[in-house]
């Protein structure tokens, strides 16, 4: 699939797959100079890059693992979502969620998040006063007994 991008800089780069399996591309950051995120904060991060997403199709915004595991800095809303009627740049909001104290620096063009480009269904809601009957029913967290 052709994913049609833009770069708002010279500096940007442009996604890049890991391996050839990867099913998320990693997304760079473009900054002016670096940038520390505090304990607890939340700093929106440019990549300077624009995407033409296919009608159908969105572009779900991850974690990087190495970054979060290793670093504790992650996206603050989870998982992004970039609509495929979207032109702007892309950002991440990165949260630094690391327990030490510290802050957390981040450099131009280190990765910062994973991009995954996926189909979607649209749905019909259609209100109903009743709902088919399943052997879950109503329960709800931690009914199944996985933990």
Same mark, same amino acid.
């Given at each position: 699939?052709r ?7 010279d500096?940007?780069? &442009?996604?890049?797959y =890991?391996?050839?399996?990867?099913a ?10 670096s940038?520390a #995120?505090a304990?607890? /904060?939340t &700093? ?5 890059i624009?995407?033409? #997403? ?12 190495g970054?979060?595991?290793?670093? =504790?800095l992650?996206?603050a ?22 327990g030490s104290? /510290? ?11 994973? #991009?995954s ?7 019909d809601? /259609? ?11 109503d329960? =709800? ?7």
């Open positions: 699939m994913v049609r991008i833009k770069k708002l800089s500096k940007a780069i &442009v996604p890049t =890991g391996t050839d399996f990867a998320g591309a990693d997304l760079y950051s473009c900054l002016d100079e940038v #995120i304990p607890g /904060e &700093v929106m991060i440019g990549t300077q624009a995407m033409e #997403i296919p009608t159908g199709y969105v572009g779900l915004v991850f974690a990087r693992s970054l979060a595991c290793k670093k =504790g992650a996206p809303n989870k998982v992004g979502v970039i609509d495929s009627d979207y032109r702007g740049e892309i950002k991440v909001a990165l949260h630094n969620h690391n104290g /510290e802050a957390i620096e981040v450099n131009s063009g280190e990765r910062i998040a994973q #991009i480009i996926v189909p979607y269904l649209k749905a809601f /259609e209100l109903s006063e009743t709902l088919d009957d399943t052997e879950r029913g329960k =709800g967290f931690g009914s199944t007994g996985v933990n």
